[in-house]
Nanobody, 125 residues
Framework: QVQLVESGGGLVQAGGSLRLSCAAS????????MGWFRQAPGKEREFVGA????????YYADSVKGRSAISRDNAKNTLTLQMDSLKPGDTAVYYC??????????????????WGQGTQVTVSA
């Protein structure tokens, strides 16, 4: 079992930046692929990005590529999502998740076995 707790959400103006964190606990946390998803009201959960267990390979959805960065610290069992140039369309609940899989294409929610409770990000125009 892996437990995940997100933090860092809030209200940000368009063009601003946000840094989300995810604290992970449980057995062998450092061996999991970690990912970020988001879900806006009335929409399906959308893949944002992922990082492999070693922290040296990342993959991002086209919607955030070039303005987002995911990192992890396996010594502290933490995951971070840095997002810049935020847009109102980035407004959503953001979730971190853990998976035993790795893809070189957009991940699916079904790839991830463990999820955090989510943190709200609201971007005002």
């Amino acid at each position: 079992q892996v437990q995940l707790v997100e933090s860092g959400g809030g209200l940000v103006q368009a063009g601003g930046s946000l840094r989300l964190s995810c604290a992970a606990s449980g057995r062998d946390v450092g061996t999991y692929t970690m990912g970020w998803f988001r879900q806006a009201p009335g929409k399906e959960r959308e893949f944002v990005g992922a990082i492999n267990w070693g922290g040296d390979t990342t993959y991002y959805a086209d919607s955030v590529k070039g303005r987002s960065a995911i990192s992890r610290d396996n010594a502290k069992n933490t995951l971070t999502l840095q997002m810049d140039s935020l847009k109102p369309g980035d407004t959503a609940v953001y979730y971190c998740a853990a998976s035993r899989r790795w893809r070189i294409e957009d991940f699916l929610p079904a790839d991830f076995a463990f999820w955090g409770q989510g943190t709200q990000v609201t971007v005002s125009a």
